[in-house]
């Protein structure tokens, strides 16, 4: 059975972390706190930061930054999902339909 952790992201008893996704007092943290449902939202959202900022993560500063992103993500104020907030089924991604990305060449 998996063990169970009451979400701080998600707002509900969901199965937590097998481990600590890394070393250190955050690690630790996100293991006690987030839902593994919650932690595969972190990817996507790390992306987007790093692209916006232009962060190098060979860079310790940049490696710093999106650190602090991360517990503002999980545990900051505006950590919480939005009220009926409902996440996307398993395996299914964003709809192709309708577009996206740069029109073909004729």
């Not at 060979?58 to 545990?75: H, T």
Request: proline share 9%; with cysteine.
């Amino acid at each position: 059975m998996a063990r169970m952790v009451h979400c701080v992201k998600l707002g509900r008893e969901l199965p937590g972390l097998d481990k600590p996704p890394f070393p250190g007092e955050l690690g630790k943290r996100i293991y006690e706190h987030v839902s593994k449902q919650a932690y595969e939202m972190w990817p996507a959202q790390s992306t987007l930061i790093i692209n916006h900022y232009g962060l190098n993560m060979a860079d310790p500063e940049a490696r710093k930054i999106l650190r602090e992103q991360m517990e503002e993500f999980f545990f900051g104020s505006s950590s919480r999902a939005p009220e009926g907030w409902v996440p996307e089924a398993a395996g299914a991604g964003p709809s192709r339909k309708g577009g996206g990305g740069a029109p073909r060449k004729k």
